[in-house]
């Protein structure tokens, strides 16, 4: 994962960096920038968010975003008896505290999606970017 140029990163942001930097080795892809970036940028919110749900709305560090593939992949597999075509192109970055996931591409999209916990139909699309479903978080407003 590149360094984000335009982002002072203290000394906590940077052990997370590094950590994330070993989950890619686990999960066996590169977190794309349209996560990474705004992620970095956004920690602090990610932070909050995660400690006022007190539940994983979005991954604040690595180890849970490794547990969130593995969770949407067992959950996944409880419901069809292999993954879905499009995981290969997606990761998960948070729970929606019903059984559902959000979302992101690898590459390619800055969109945040949501998986419904049924996982029959493709994830929809709940905030244009990175940021704005940050915000969504924050004011409670997701689909």
Same mark, same amino acid.
């Given at each position: ?7 002072? =990163? ?16 686990? !999960?066996?892809?590169? =977190?794309?920038?349209?996560? #990474?970036?705004?992620?970095?940028? +956004? ?6 968010? *995660?400690? &006022?749900?007190? @539940? /994983? %709305?979005?991954? $604040?560090?690595?180890?849970? !975003? %490794?547990? %969130?593939?593995?969770?949407?992949? @067992? ?10 075509? #499009? #995981?290969? *192109? *997606?990761?998960?970055?948070? @729970?929606?505290?019903? +059984? ?7 590459? +390619? ?9 049924? #996982?029959? @139909?493709? /994830? ?6 990175? $940021?704005?479903? %940050?915000? *969504?978080?924050?004011? &409670?407003? !997701?689909?």
């Amino acid at each position: 994962m590149p360094p984000c140029p335009n982002v002072s =990163l203290p000394a906590d942001c940077l052990i997370n960096h590094h950590r994330f930097h070993i989950a890619e080795l686990s !999960l066996g892809f590169q =977190l794309p920038v349209e996560f #990474w970036h705004p992620y970095e940028a +956004g920690h602090q919110r990610v932070a909050a968010i *995660a400690a &006022e749900h007190g @539940e /994983p %709305l979005v991954c $604040d560090g690595p180890q849970q !975003l %490794l547990d %969130l593939q593995a969770g949407a992949t @067992e959950a996944a597999l409880c419901v069809h008896e292999q993954m879905p075509d #499009w #995981w290969s *192109a *997606a990761f998960a970055i948070g @729970e929606t505290g019903d +059984g559902g996931y959000f979302m992101m591409k690898r590459s +390619g999209s800055a969109k945040v999606y949501i998986m419904d916990s049924d #996982w029959y @139909e493709p /994830p929809r699309v709940a905030a244009a970017d990175f $940021d704005a479903f %940050l915000t *969504a978080l924050e004011n &409670e407003d !997701l689909p």
